[in-house]
């Protein structure tokens, strides 16, 4: 087979030169650009998350302003487009609404589609950063029932985000503050993770330069495997199902540990992280804070069980498994008033300036090649049909 080496899962396969994020999975280390995350995550928002990542550089006061103008501007979408999230059957996963209204911008933008052309990269850049929110909210109201509710341009972009998701608050209230610096902080903390399985789909697709909205929508479907942006749906369905049969912690470990059981804790372990996901700290962190607002929390406290059993169990011990970042996110979203399918869509907005940031570099690279991994083929030699076939 020649130079052709066998890495299932790409796990020793460099695929690209990368300058957007850097991660030491042994020492907890996430930058982005060089920047740490704690230190983002203390000091800026996600709007400027999104320049940084895309552009290199945190922006200027005026920088941050004009984009924020411009998420504005574009952040309503099309009646057809309404039209058409609301054809989907009530009870269709919002993943799979997501991914398919981030394709049909393709329609809607057709001339914007161009991966060759500067300027309509620049639009379609805008145009999902700006509609990815209101078409997240729209899919959010629709299948619970409710009325959808269109932009407001006088809010910042995730106050703009949680007032479309939950309504005007009554008595001509604000979007709370906690509620809106929470959402804020979740985002910058998911927006970039270099080749996870998402952005290295962005990037195969990318490499086929296909369009920013296909490749988006192709990263959307990869997001919501269970293995990905789905363990913060599973890790809540997994707590309620523990919490379903008594808060029985120690049996569902030792049934996680049963390897006839083909059961995972979910939100625990990952492919670069042999130690604390940094990530999984800060949200920690954020679910004390926003859970203690409610009183006790049942869910909460068996996922804190959890950890603690996980943490001082050989098993998980010397495989090296810690929470990571989907393990604690799913109850702050709960909080919040989210219903668990929403969950990973959420995660696709945190997630969305870093596919963009990616095949913007793909598209920069002098080195980048269409992407067509080999394979060991093990499958028969030549041979004859049946008789009489
Ligand atoms: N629970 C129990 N055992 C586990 C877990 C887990 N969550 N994760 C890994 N292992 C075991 C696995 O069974 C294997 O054991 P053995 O060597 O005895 O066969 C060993 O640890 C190595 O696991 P692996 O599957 O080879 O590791 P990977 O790097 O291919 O997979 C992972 C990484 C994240 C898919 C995996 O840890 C997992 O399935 N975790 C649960 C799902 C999850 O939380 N995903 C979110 C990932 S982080 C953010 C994101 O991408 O969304």
């Not at 203390?42 to 990542?53: K, P």
């Not at 809010?155 to 604000?174: D, I, K, T």
């Not at 625990?268 to 009183?295: C, M, T, W």
Request: net charge negative; hydrophobic share 40%.
């Amino acid at each position: 087979t020649g130079l052709v080496t066998l890495d299932p899962g790409f796990a020793n396969t460099a695929a690209c030169r990368s300058e957007i994020t850097y991660i030491d999975g042994e020492a907890g280390i996430l930058r982005y650009r060089g920047y740490p995350i704690e230190r983002l995550a203390e000091a800026s928002t996600f709007v400027e998350v999104c320049h940084l990542l895309i552009h290199g550089e945190l922006p200027t006061e005026q920088e941050r302003d004009a984009l924020s103008e411009r998420l504005r501007e574009h952040a309503d979408i099309p009646d057809a487009l309404r039209d058409l999230l609301n054809a989907f059957p009530r009870g269709a996963h919002p993943m799979t609404v997501l991914s398919s209204a981030v394709n049909t911008l393709a329609a809607f933008h057709a001339d914007d589609c161009d991966p060759g052309d500067p300027a309509q990269v620049e639009l379609a850049t805008v145009l999902l950063l700006a509609k990815l929110p209101t078409i997240a909210a729209h899919i959010h109201r629709t299948s619970t029932g409710q009325a959808p509710v269109p932009p407001d341009d006088s809010l910042g972009y995730v106050e703009n985000f949680l007032r479309m998701a939950f309504g005007p608050p009554s008595g001509g209230a604000g979007v709370d503050p906690l509620l809106s610096k929470a959402m804020d902080l979740l985002f910058v903390l998911h927006a970039d993770h270099e080749l996870n399985c998402s952005t290295a789909t962005v990037r195969v697709v990318g490499s086929s330069q296909a369009s920013l909205f296909a490749s988006v929508s192709a990263g959307i479907n990869a997001l919501s495997g269970p293995l990905h942006g789905g363990a913060n749906q599973a890790v809540l369905e997994m707590l309620e199902e523990i919490r379903r049969v008594d808060g029985d912690v120690d049996s569902f470990i030792k049934k996680v540990k049963d390897p006839d059981s083909r059961t995972r804790l979910m939100g625990f372990g990952h492919r670069v992280y042999k130690n604390f996901d940094p990530r999984s700290k800060e949200i920690k962190r954020l679910a004390q804070q926003i859970l203690a607002r409610q009183g006790s929390d049942e869910l909460f406290d068996l996922a804190l069980q959890l950890e603690e059993k996980a943490l001082s169990d050989s098993y998980f011990v010397d495989r090296r498994l810690y929470p990571n970042v989907d393990f604690y996110t799913g109850l702050i979203y709960r909080a919040m008033g989210f219903p668990t399918d929403m969950f990973t869509v959420l995660f696709a907005i945190g997630r969305l300036p870093g596919w963009i940031a990616h095949w913007r570099e793909l598209l920069a690279d002098p080195d980048a090649r269409i992407a067509r991994p080999r394979q060991l083929y093990t499958g028969p030699n030549e041979r004859d049909l049946p008789a009489g076939g």
